[in-house]
């Protein structure tokens, strides 16, 4: 069965600096998806980013880079420049393409607070 | 139109009140997901309709029936809830599954839920 950890429930940083949020995973699968999902306190679900497992280029949306490691099983986030709205959770997420009825499979979160 | 709409965005039920959530999509996705979520932790996934036939049930008590009427309605009809049911019930959307490739979901505001 596949599995997503986030082993940082809490992470703080400054307005203007840079941070990266850690996501691991566990799959014996070789095509799947990977998602950072944004939570902030108006409890929408936001999609930030997504990465192809079959894709060697990591993804990349404005402030948003993800560090993708298949071997590694790593899919960490940074976002640059922070900024007060990007107070949320985020969830790591991972999803196989084929099998699992599209369920989606996620880490524990990370609580990131930016602080002015 | 890339958008999901629960209602209602909150409601307060009685332990032996009937009451239904109600979901929407108009973006032409033909799987649909009721996932139940608590404070600081990530969403639990309840039920998948694909194709508007149930294919995953994650075990959920019998107190919780869903309902896909059509391609775009979802709907999870609630009946003699405990107040550990109290949570934000989300909805989502996505892509078929199978052997088509699967994208990202979308996922509505959520209902507030609270039993008394």
């Known amino acids: 069965a596949q599995t997503v950890t986030q082993s940082q429930p809490e992470m703080s940083v400054q307005e203007a600096e840079t941070v990266t949020l850690s996501c691991t995973y566990d799959t014996s699968e070789n095509n799947y998806y990977l998602f950072w999902y944004k939570q902030p306190p108006s409890r929408q679900m936001i999609l930030v980013i997504r990465?192809?497992?079959?894709?060697?280029q990591n993804a990349t949306e404005n402030r948003f880079s993800v560090n993708f490691q298949k071997a590694a099983k790593s899919f960490s986030l940074k976002i640059s420049d922070s900024q007060l709205g990007d107070t949320a959770m985020y969830f790591c997420a991972f999803r196989d393409i084929y099998n699992q009825g599209g369920k989606l499979i996620f880490g524990q979160g990370t609580e990131l607070s930016v602080k002015p | 139109d890339t958008e999901v709409t629960q209602t209602p965005k909150h409601l307060v039920m009685g332990m032996t009140n009937k009451k239904s959530l109600k979901c929407e999509q108009h973006m032409g996705h033909r799987a649909m997901y009721w996932y139940k979520q608590k404070a600081k932790k990530p969403p639990e996934l309840m039920f998948v309709y694909s194709y508007e036939k149930l294919s995953i049930n994650e075990s959920v008590p019998s107190r919780f029936s869903p309902e896909c009427p059509n391609s775009s309605l979802l709907n999870l009809h609630l009946h003699a809830l405990q107040p550990e049911d109290s949570a934000l019930y989300l909805c989502?959307?996505?892509?078929?599954?199978?052997?088509?490739?699967?994208?990202?979901?979308?996922f509505g505001q959520g209902t507030r839920l609270t039993v008394v």
């Open positions: 989502a959307s996505s892509t078929g599954q199978g052997r088509t490739l699967n994208t990202e979901a979308f």
């Open positions: 990465q192809e497992a079959y894709k060697q």
